[in-house]
C-alpha cells in the first residue's frame, strides 16, 4: 500500500488548505484513515481520523472547530480541510492507514504516507 499526501503549502494565518490523501496499491481493509503532523522540535501528534465504514470522525483538541476530515471511498482519498490556519498549525502531514483501530494514537496506525508540509506565517 502506498499513501501520497499533496495539498500543503506556505499561507498566512487565518488563511485555508485542503490536504489530500490517496491510497493505492495493494488491497486492505482498513478500519479507518487518518492525519497526523510533526512540527520541528516536536513529537507526532495526532490531528484527525475518520473511520472507514461509518465515517466517525475525531479531532485533536487544538484543531476541533477548524479542520473538517472527509473521505471517498471510491477513490481509496482522505481529506482534510483546514480553516482559520495558524502559526502553530505549521508542520508536515502526514496520512496513515489504520486497520485495528485506535484512531487517536498514531502508533496504532500501520502505515504513515510520506508528508506535505505546511508552513503559517503570521
Known amino acids: 500500500v502506498q499513501l501520497q499526501a499533496s495539498g500543503g503549502g506556505l499561507v498566512q494565518a487565518g488563511d485555508s488548505l485542503t490536504l489530500s490523501c490517496v491510497a493505492s496499491?495493494?488491497?486492505?481493509?482498513?478500519?479507518?484513515m487518518g492525519w497526523s503532523r510533526q512540527a520541528p522540535g516536536k513529537e507526532r501528534e495526532f490531528v484527525s481520523g475518520?473511520?472507514?465504514?461509518?465515517?466517525?470522525?475525531y479531532y485533536a483538541d487544538s484543531v476541533k472547530g477548524r479542520f473538517t476530515i472527509s473521505k471517498d471511498n471510491a477513490k481509496n482519498t482522505v481529506y482534510l480541510q483546514m480553516h482559520n490556519l495558524k502559526p502553530e498549525d505549521t508542520a508536515i502531514y502526514y496520512c496513515?492507514?489504520?486497520?485495528?483501530?485506535?484512531?487517536?494514537?498514531?502508533?496504532?496506525?500501520?502505515?504513515w504516507g510520506q508528508g506535505t508540509l505546511v508552513t503559517v506565517s503570521s
Open positions: 496513515g492507514v489504520n486497520t485495528r483501530g485506535g484512531l487517536t494514537t498514531p502508533t496504532m496506525y500501520d502505515l
Open positions: 496499491g495493494r488491497t486492505f481493509t482498513a478500519h479507518g
Open positions: 475518520i473511520t472507514w465504514s461509518f465515517d466517525n470522525t
